[in-house]
């Protein structure tokens, strides 16, 4: 900064020294900052993008304080959640929290709205009164006009030298006259059906931005699309897993139930056969069991006398054998 006013006041002395001999070296400044805030037009436009801008503000904030709330009920129902229930809605939130950064970027950010359409309303300004400095300069002969409120570094400034209401004029009176002769082309346009003229260069800067503004607003929402797109991916895999596992459990569970059911059929199925049978045998075959335990009986005691009398006469033949040989 310092190099620079050393070198501005030394080609000021340089050049004055030179055109001494002719004339004196006139030199002026203007204030930006002071005509700005004179400009009606100017300041009502300022007020609007500045209510503009808080009104962007407070929707911001506003998104901001509801994530952090939930954030905050997350906190509380972490002990009653799963982690897959967790961290889906952890990334819920961290998604929300990324769009709400996108928007204050595209609306605050160094190529946002804010900026932008400060750029495009103070480039008629600055214009006018760069028109307006050439105009004066020219006219009044002036050398040099330096801006007050630029880098350059002034430490001391006499007031008969402050151009600055005179470039606020000439600004009023262009102002002034760019109203008539649109009021009277307005006019005359009403009464004759005359097209106005179309400004190209502002039609074709509208147009890069609104392309520009709808390809990011594109690419967002592309971006949050895919997005939803794996959580519901993560979702429905999520589901299908606790499905399968609880279609396993049930099947198990159903299997388990059948075979007790068979095991206790089969064990049922066999008592009645046996009940069954013993009904049958009781009915249809008691009177020949009787019978046939009768006989079986009889012969047994009959077999038994035959062979206890076999044995008595064996025993006789013996002792009466015995007795011969003696």
């Known amino acids: 900064m310092k190099s620079k006013v050393l070198f501005l006041l030394t080609v000021v002395f340089t050049l004055s020294l030179s055109l001494h001999a002719q004339r004196g070296v006139r030199i002026g400044y203007i204030d930006t900052e002071y005509i700005l805030e004179n400009v009606p037009e100017y300041q009502e436009a300022i007020s609007q993008l500045d209510d503009k801008a808080q009104k962007w503000n407070t929707e911001i904030q506003a ?24 961290d889906e809605r952890e990334e819920d ?3 929300e929290e990324q769009e709400i950064l996108d928007y204050q970027q595209k609306r605050f950010g160094p190529n946002g709205d804010l900026m932008i359409q400060k750029k495009q309303l103070m480039q008629p300004i600055q214009d006018q009164i760069f028109a307006a400095v050439q105009d004066l300069a020219g006219s009044r002969k002036y050398d040099f006009i330096f801006d007050k409120s630029a880098d350059v570094v002034m430490l001391y400034s006499a007031k008969q030298f402050d151009l600055s209401d005179q470039i606020l004029k000439s600004i009023k009176r262009a102002s002034k006259r760019k109203q008539v002769q649109t009021k009277a082309e307005r006019k005359a346009a009403e009464d004759e059906e005359v097209v106005p003229e179309v400004n190209l260069e502002l039609e074709e800067r509208e147009k890069a931005l609104e392309e520009k503004k709808a390809a990011r607003e594109s690419a967002v929402e592309k971006a949050r699309q895919e997005k939803l797109a794996a959580r519901e991916a993560k979702v429905k895999a999520a589901a299908e897993r606790r499905q399968k ?13 059948d075979a007790k059911n068979k095991t206790t059929e089969t064990e049922t199925g066999k008592s009645a056969d046996l009940k069954t049978t013993s009904e049958t045998k009781t009915k249809a075959q008691l009177i020949e069991e009787n019978r046939q335990k009768k006989l079986k009986d009889r012969e047994a005691r009959k077999k038994a006398l035959d062979d206890k009398k076999k044995k008595i006469l064996e025993e006789r033949q013996k002792a009466k054998d015995s007795i011969n040989n003696n």
């Open 93 to 95: 939130l961290t998604f």
């Open 245 to 257: 596992i609880l279609d396993d459990r049930a099947k198990a569970k159903q299997d388990k139930l």
């Open 63 to 86: 998104k901001l304080s509801a994530v952090e709330q939930k954030r905050k009920d997350l906190s509380n129902e972490k002990a009653l959640l799963t982690k897959e229930l967790i």
